[in-house]
C-alpha cells in the first residue's frame, strides 16, 4: 500500500516530525510514502487570514529534510511530493516555480474560493449563507480549470466542497460524468483521499460513484490518508482499498520524478 499525501508541521496546521510518519507507516506495513505538504501561499501572493501552508522561506529547507529522510534504511520507500492550491490567474508564476524544484509528484487542491478558505473549520458557518447548487458549479468548474492547466500530476480530495455535509438540493451526480471525462482528458491522476471519514461529511473523497465513473473512463488512481499527525498515517487504508477494487480498479499510480507508473493494489 501507498501513503502519498502526509504533512509536516511547517502547514501550521500539523503534528509530528517527518520521522514519526514514516515509523508510523512501517507499522502500517506500508510500502510506499509520499511527503506533499502545502506549498507556500506567499510565493503566489497569497495571504490567508489563518496560516495554513509554509512559509515562502522554508520550501527549501522541505525539500532537503524529505530528501535526506529518503537516505534512511528500512522497507518504505520515499516520495518527496507537494500540495499545491489552485489559484486561478498565478498559473505562470506556478509553473516558473515548479521547476525549481525536482518534485516527484504535485498535488493540485482547491481550498480557496476567492478568499473563502471554504475547508477551514473556521469559516465553516458561512456555507449557511450561500447558495448551495451555485456553490457546487463554481467549485467544479475550479476543478475543471485545475485540471486543463497541466501544473499537477495527481488532484486532491476532488470533492472536497462536501466535507461539512451541505449537497445540492437535486445532489450531485450530474457532476460526476463530466469531471470523470475532464480527468480522462488531461491525464490527471485522481487521488483517494481517506480524510474525508473524519471529517463531518464521513465520506471518503471522491464520492463512490464519481469514482466508478473515473474508472469507466480509464482515469489512475492513487492513495492519500491527508495526514495531519502520525497516527493517521493509512487510515481506513483496508476499507479503501475494498472501495477501489468494488469499483474495478486493480491498480494504483506511482510516481517518481513527476513521471507515472503503477503497481497492483
Known amino acids: 500500500m501507498i501513503d502519498y499525501h502526509l504533512h509536516t508541521p511547517r502547514c501550521c496546521h500539523a503534528e509530528g516530525a517527518p520521522e514519526e510518519y514514516l515509523a508510523a507507516a512501517e507499522l502500517k506495513g506500508l510500502s510506499e510514502i509520499g511527503f506533499a505538504d502545502h506549498f507556500p501561499l506567499g510565493l503566489l501572493g497569497c495571504t490567508p487570514r489563518v496560516p495554513v501552508t509554509?512559509?515562502?522561506?522554508?520550501?527549501?529547507?522541505?525539500?532537503?529534510?524529505?530528501?535526506?529522510?529518503?537516505?534512511?534504511?528500512?522497507?518504505?520507500?520515499?516520495?518527496?511530493?507537494?500540495?499545491?492550491d489552485y489559484l486561478p490567474g498565478t498559473e505562470h508564476k506556478l509553473e516558473a516555480l515548479l521547476k525549481e524544484y525536482n518534485f516527484d509528484y504535485v498535488i493540485g487542491s482547491i481550498h480557496f474560493m476567492d478568499d473563502w478558505d471554504f475547508t477551514h473549520p473556521v469559516y465553516a458557518d458561512s456555507y449557511r449563507h450561500r447558495n448551495i447548487d451555485n456553490?457546487?458549479?463554481?467549485?467544479?468548474?475550479?476543478?475543471?480549470?485545475?485540471?486543463?492547466?497541466?501544473?499537477?500530476?495527481?488532484?486532491?480530495?476532488?470533492?472536497?466542497?462536501?466535507?461539512?455535509?451541505?449537497?445540492?438540493?437535486?445532489?450531485?451526480?450530474?457532476?460526476?460524468?463530466?469531471?470523470?471525462?475532464?480527468?480522462?482528458?488531461?491525464?490527471?491522476?485522481?487521488?483517494?483521499?481517506?480524510?474525508?471519514?473524519?471529517?463531518?461529511?464521513?465520506?471518503?473523497?471522491?464520492?463512490?460513484r464519481l469514482l466508478e465513473a473515473c474508472f469507466r473512463e480509464g482515469v489512475p488512481v492513487?492513495?492519500?490518508?491527508?495526514?495531519?499527525?502520525?497516527?493517521?498515517?493509512?487510515?481506513?487504508?483496508?476499507e479503501a482499498?475494498?472501495?477501489?477494487?468494488?469499483?474495478?480498479?486493480?491498480?494504483?499510480?506511482v510516481f517518481e520524478k513527476r513521471s507515472m507508473g503503477s503497481q497492483p493494489l
Open 54 to 84: 509554509m512559509k515562502p522561506g522554508e520550501l527549501d529547507d522541505y525539500m532537503e529534510q524529505i530528501e535526506a529522510l529518503k537516505g534512511c534504511p528500512g522497507p518504505v520507500k520515499i516520495k518527496v511530493g507537494i500540495e499545491v
Open 135 to 208: 456553490l457546487y458549479s463554481a467549485y467544479f468548474k475550479l476543478v475543471r480549470d485545475l485540471c486543463r492547466s497541466g501544473l499537477f500530476d495527481i488532484i486532491g480530495h476532488i470533492d472536497v466542497i462536501k466535507k461539512f455535509g451541505y449537497r445540492p438540493a437535486g445532489g450531485a451526480d450530474h457532476y460526476w460524468s463530466e469531471t470523470a471525462r475532464v480527468l480522462k482528458e488531461t491525464g490527471i491522476c485522481l487521488e483517494l483521499n481517506t480524510a474525508g471519514r473524519d471529517a463531518p461529511v464521513e465520506e471518503f473523497y471522491p464520492h463512490r
Open 222 to 238: 492513487t492513495m492519500g490518508s491527508d495526514a495531519h499527525g502520525p497516527g493517521q498515517v493509512g487510515r481506513y487504508f483496508t
Open 241 to 253: 482499498i475494498e472501495l477501489l477494487k468494488s469499483a474495478g480498479y486493480r491498480e494504483l499510480a
